[in-house]
C-alpha cells in the first residue's frame, strides 16, 4: 500500500473513532441522567437532559424523559412542551402521547378543535413526508418520460408506476401543507396566562390559557407574541409564558 493511502486511511480512522467516542460519550451522558431519574435526583437528571439539548443530541426518548423531569419537579408546562418536542421528533411515539394527554386532562390546556384532516394527514414526522415527496415526485416523473419514450406496446405497469407516484406524491404534500403550521407551534410553560387584545397588561382579554396550550405564533414585539389562540381568535401573550416547539425557531 502507498504512503499516499497509508495516511488516508489512518484519517479515516481517526475520524470514525472521534464520532465513536461523541456517540459514546452523548449515550453516557443520557444513561447518567437517567440513572440520576431512577434515584430521584430529577433537578440533576433536568440538568443532564438539558445539556444533552445543548448539545443537540435530539431524540424523541431525550425530551420524553425530560418531559419526566419537569413534571416531577412540577412544571406540568413545561413538561408538555417536551413531550410536544417528543412528537415532533416521532409522532408515534406511544409514552409521550399518553403523558401529554393525561396532562392536558389535568391542566385543562387548550387546544384548537380537531377536524378530519388531523386524523387523515398522520403519521411520520415533517422530514418523512418531505423524502416520500421527492422520491415519489421523481417516480412519477420517470414514468412519465417512459411513457411517452418507450417503444413497448404494454405500458400498463409504467402507468400503475406513475399513477401511484402521483397519489403518494400528493398525499405527502398534503400532510406538508397540513402540518406546515407546526412549524410555528408554541407551548404556554406557565402555570396560566392571559392573551390580550393589545401588547400591554392593562388590554382587554382575548383569551385565558392554562399551562400546556397550544397558540401558533404570528408575531413579535419586545416583550410580547402576537398569536392565533386555540379559541380560533388571536391575541398577545407575555413572551416568557410560552416556548416554540420547535428549536431554533425565531
Known amino acids: 500500500m502507498r504512503k499516499a493511502d497509508v495516511s488516508r486511511c489512518a484519517v479515516v480512522l481517526l475520524a470514525l473513532a472521534f464520532l465513536c467516542g461523541r456517540a459514546l460519550a452523548g449515550g453516557g451522558d443520557f444513561e447518567g441522567a437517567n440513572q440520576a431519574y431512577d434515584q430521584g435526583k430529577f433537578s440533576e437528571a433536568k440538568a443532564g437532559y438539558e445539556k444533552l439539548v445543548e448539545d443537540g443530541a435530539w431524540s424523541a426518548n431525550l425530551f420524553y424523559n425530560l418531559g419526566n423531569a419537569d413534571y416531577r419537579l412540577g412544571a406540568p408546562g413545561r413538561a408538555m412542551l417536551d413531550y410536544e418536542r417528543a412528537l415532533a421528533l416521532d409522532p408515534a411515539h406511544p409514552e409521550a402521547r399518553a403523558n401529554l394527554a393525561l396532562l392536558r386532562t389535568q391542566t385543562g390546556a387548550r387546544r384548537r378543535a380537531e377536524v378530519w384532516q388531523d386524523k ?31 417503444k413497448r406496446a404494454e405500458k400498463s405497469g409504467l402507468w400503475l408506476t406513475t399513477i401511484a407516484g402521483v397519489l403518494v406524491c400528493a398525499y405527502a404534500a398534503g400532510v406538508l401543507w397540513w402540518r406546515a403550521p407546526e412549524q410555528t407551534l408554541a407551548i404556554v410553560v406557565v402555570q396560566s396566562t392571559e392573551a390580550r387584545l393589545a401588547p400591554a397588561d392593562s388590554a382587554g382579554l382575548a383569551e385565558a390559557l392554562p399551562a400546556g396550550s397550544r397558540v401558533q405564533v404570528l408575531s413579535e414585539r419586545g416583550e410580547w407574541i402576537y398569536c392565533t389562540l386555540p379559541g380560533a381568535g388571536r391575541g398577545w ?13 425565531t
Do not use: Y
Open 120 to 150: 387523515v394527514f398522520v403519521g411520520q414526522s415533517a422530514d418523512v413526508w418531505t423524502v416520500v415527496a421527492a422520491a415519489s415526485g421523481w417516480l412519477a416523473l420517470f414514468g412519465l418520460a417512459l411513457l411517452f419514450t418507450s
Open 237 to 249: 401573550i407575555p413572551q416568557h409564558a410560552v416556548e416554540r416547539v420547535r428549536l431554533g425557531e
